[in-house]
């Protein structure tokens, strides 16, 4: 059996709790589910991943679906290049960051600023175009 077969088959067996793990696709409403489940993974291996690398490679593995694919790919020429460096938390950050809109920071900031526009849209406009109308018909 191959080295690839050998590690196709580590991902499909079940674990002690018999979940399998499923592969990220890239799309944002899985990116949570997603880094949970690489969460437990490690804890259940712990001593397989057993540093930063380790997790973020086998993130990576897990990311070679749909547009997932191509940001994992990017960040594999990176490490290819520059070296295996950044800690879990900023991979685990870049991924959301990339995937999911940001930090929950950034995304609560996003939701008000968008929240805001609409705002504005159903109450200052109207009334502008109330005025406006008016100036209109004087």
């Not at 995937?99 to 900031?109: K, Y």
Request: hydrophobic share 35%.
């Amino acid at each position: 059996m191959g080295a690839q077969q050998a590690r196709t088959d580590e991902r499909d067996s079940s674990s002690r709790s018999g979940a399998k793990l499923k592969p990220f696709n890239g799309t944002s409403n899985a990116v949570d589910p997603f880094l949970s489940q690489m969460y437990l993974w490690f804890l259940r291996n712990p001593r397989k991943f057993t540093d930063d690398a380790s997790r973020v490679l086998e993130t990576l593995a897990f990311m070679m679906e749909g547009t997932a694919a191509r940001w994992a790919s990017n960040q594999i020429r990176k490490i290819q290049e520059e070296g295996n460096n950044k800690s879990y938390m900023d991979f685990h950050s870049a991924i959301r960051r990339e995937f999911a809109g940001g930090s929950d920071r950034h995304r609560t900031v996003k939701a008000a600023k968008y929240q805001a526009r609409h705002c504005i849209g159903y109450t200052v406009l109207p009334l502008f175009q109330r005025v406006e109308g008016r100036c209109k018909a004087e």
